[in-house]
């Protein structure tokens, strides 16, 4: 996950390959709440591993189920058996609308019959959310619900009662069906005398998470009796059973941002594949597919995995009632500016009620890219967009607004250019963790696009620390050039190849097998990255570093690093030889006596002895050696900016380096 500041999306142009979705949030979390209300253990497979389910695993755990994650990567839920096992507590569940409507509801039943006090709370976020339709629902069954903050919005108190079914239990639909999603999720808790009928008043939104609730309480053994969508009955004597292993299916809400991205930027021959839900999905918003086809996408679909490409273009403008996919379809408010017309999205008030105000918030962030947009209590009208501005979203911390606007960085597909910042991309670990690296998994965007900022400068200088923290800034990628010769050293000694064999330690770096993993080098599969801190082997790196053949040898690979989203590279020729158009090139230096003091530090921290003055020898030899071979000589770019950091902490360093760099940046 990118846990950054911001994260900046370089202009991209096109996708291929396989997208493995996560697990679906809605039938996790409602398979979470089954399996922990019902009686022995419950193992659930493919479960969505995010913040929405994690708030949900750890109140389940406070309230006494055993929740334990097996071999298999499955998670075994050792249910309740309907009954409290603990009488108090309190539950933070975040942003989590399908951990905060159900466990309520849940709890509000069991208290009222088992007595039990409990107190709910989410994120601010979520205490703007309303539940007053179920509050209200639940107070006619006889639970005593309290308000502890706004009338109408979490936190609650739910705090015993006396449930008497005998009236019917009404519960409006209007503002969200996760109210009545959770009551059909908890009245099988009071059916032992008799059945409990539920009736829906105003019109019921989002009815497809309905069919979800339906069709997970059946796999738990519970029929609910429907009368169109006004009218549900859990029969008496109802009971969850468990059904011993349940599969999750991915998410097809995530889904939609790669059906989008099908449909911008891949080939018919080379369909961007999406695995994990497909025709066979319960899920509602697998009909985002639909509403992508009728923009010109070309899908084909399995069981259980779909392939869109390109298809007609610019894409087809829409006017289409949203109302059955609202998470899907912020989706296709980013598409229509890919359009051939505005694109009206309508009956999606409940926008309104969510992560945050989507409607002014997709209305607000498209603006800033340039679109024209009208908005309206339950519509949004978003017009295709010819000039696109380089702009920063605002995320809301919600989620879907990071993610489908990613969909803008496609602009070239438009004839534009311009890269896309993505405020606190971090809001997406509510649903799907590693929606970013996901998307530059399938992304492609052209070379000269992908940013590169460079870090030379002497040995000891720093440049690896800085480097690394202005790559961790930014959630780039990281390429320390000098481990590469480090590298080929190490290979030269271990295989005997003298250091002046030019042509045989060349052989060697053409043939290195290295792997990059999290800071950590293997060669030939073994962990190295302490070996390679040697000072045996960084003087030997020196050496062969000076031969060109080795540095041809080395160059392929170092450019292989420029990947998506960017890269931070450091070294001694980044900026003059191997990216030369880099964006940011900056020369680290620092006095030799200064460097040569925390080379000293460094050693004896790590135990070995050594003496300040032949470190400062041997390093002022290597800046010579360095300066004066003919083989791409240590120098600073000529469009370099020099960073002196004797008498700068790495913070300073790095926040200087970040601030010539957010110069350079359009926002
Ligand atoms: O029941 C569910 O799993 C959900 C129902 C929908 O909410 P509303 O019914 O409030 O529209 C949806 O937006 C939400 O992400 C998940
Ligand atoms: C509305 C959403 O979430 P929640 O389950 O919290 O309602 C969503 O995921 O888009």
């Not at 409990?196 to 309480?217: A, D, F, M, Q, R």
């Not at 911390?397 to 971090?426: E, Q, T, W, Y």
Request: proline content about 5%; glycine content about 8%; some cysteine.
């Amino acid at each position: 996950m990118y846990a950054t500041e911001f994260l900046d999306l370089p202009p991209m142009h096109a996708a291929a390959g396989t997208v493995q979705l996560p697990g679906s949030k809605s039938i996790s979390n409602r398979l979470l709440l089954l399996a922990g209300l019902c009686q022995g253990q419950t193992v659930l497979h493919d479960l969505l591993d995010s913040d929405d389910t994690r708030v949900m695993i750890a109140a389940l755990r406070q309230l006494g189920c055993a929740i334990e994650p097996r071999q298999d990567g499955g998670l075994r839920v050792t249910g309740l058996g309907g009954r409290l096992a603990v009488k108090q507590g309190q539950l933070f569940l975040g942003n989590a609308g399908t951990a905060m409507r159900p466990l309520c509801a849940a709890l509000a039943v069991l208290s009222a019959r088992e007595g039990g006090s409990f107190e709910v709370s989410g994120v601010a976020r979520m205490h703007e959310r309303p539940i007053g339709d179920l509050v209200d629902a639940l107070r006619g069954l006889g639970c005593r619900i309290d308000y502890l903050g706004h009338e109408g919005y979490p936190p609650l108190r739910l705090a015993g009662g006396n449930v008497h079914i005998g009236a019917q239990i009404r519960v409006r639909g209007d503002v969200s069906s996760q109210f009545l999603t959770a009551l059909l999720l908890a009245l099988p808790l009071v059916s032992d005398h008799g059945a409990v009928v539920i009736e829906v008043e105003g019109e019921l939104i989002s009815k497809p998470y309905i069919e979800i609730t339906l069709n997970l309480l059946q796999r738990f053994g519970i029929q609910v009796e429907r009368n169109g969508w006004r009218r549900f009955t859990v029969p008496a004597g109802s009971v969850y059973r468990s059904p011993g292993q349940v599969h999750v299916e991915g998410d097809a809400s995530s889904a939609s941002y790669f059906v989008a991205l099908g449909a911008l930027a891949a080939q018919p021959e080379a369909p961007l594949r999406i695995e994990g839900v497909g025709a066979d999905s319960i899920q509602g918003d697998i009909r985002f597919v639909e509403a992508a086809e009728a923009m010109g996408a070309q899908v084909k679909r399995g069981p259980n995995w779909l392939e869109v490409s390109r298809g007609r273009w610019p894409l087809r403008a829409l006017d289409l009632d949203c109302n059955h996919i609202p998470d899907a379809a912020m989706t296709l408010a980013v598409m229509a500016l890919y359009a051939d017309g505005p694109t009206t999205l309508r009956n999606i008030a409940s926008w309104r009620v969510k992560e945050t105000d989507r409607i002014a918030a997709m209305a607000a962030e498209l603006r800033k890219l340039g679109a024209e947009v009208r908005e309206g209590d339950d519509f949004i009208e978003v017009h295709p967009l010819s000039a696109w501005q380089p702009a920063a979203i605002k995320t809301y911390d919600d989620h879907r607004v990071a993610m489908c606007f990613s969909l803008a960085a496609f602009n070239p597909l438009a004839g534009a250019s311009v890269p896309v910042r993505i405020l606190d991309p971090k809001c997406v670990a509510k649903t799907f963790p590693d929606y970013f690296e996901t998307l530059f998994g399938c992304a492609r965007a052209h070379v000269d696009d992908i940013p590169v900022i460079t870090i030379d400068g002497p040995t000891a200088s720093g440049k690896g620390t800085l480097a690394s923290e202005v790559a961790k800034a930014l959630g780039y990628h990281l390429l320390d050039s000098g481990s590469l010769y480090r590298a080929t050293a190490l290979a030269a000694l271990r295989q005997s190849v003298p250091a002046d064999d030019e042509e045989g330690v060349a052989r060697l770096a053409t043939a290195l097998s290295l792997r990059f993993d999290d800071h950590r080098i293997e060669l030939d599969g073994q962990d190295v990255t302490e070996e390679l801190r040697r000072e045996d082997v960084g003087l030997l790196a020196s050496r062969v570093s000076a031969h060109a053949r080795v540095r041809d040898a080395l160059r392929e690979l170092q450019l292989s690093f420029r990947r998506l989203p960017g890269l931070v590279a450091d070294g001694r020729d980044m900026g003059t030889v191997i990216f030369p158009q880099a964006a940011l090139k900056v020369f680290l230096t620092a006095s030799a006596a200064t460097r040569a003091e925390r080379r000293h530090k460094q050693l004896i921290s790590k135990g070995f002895s050594a003496n300040i003055s032949d470190l400062r020898q041997d390093l002022e030899a290597r800046d010579a050696r360095d300066r004066s071979r003919s083989a791409a000589p240590m120098k600073p770019a000529e469009d370099a900016v020099s960073l002196d950091n004797s008498a700068l902490s790495i913070e300073e360093s790095v926040q200087q380096v970040l601030a010539w760099w957010k110069q350079r940046q359009p926002f």
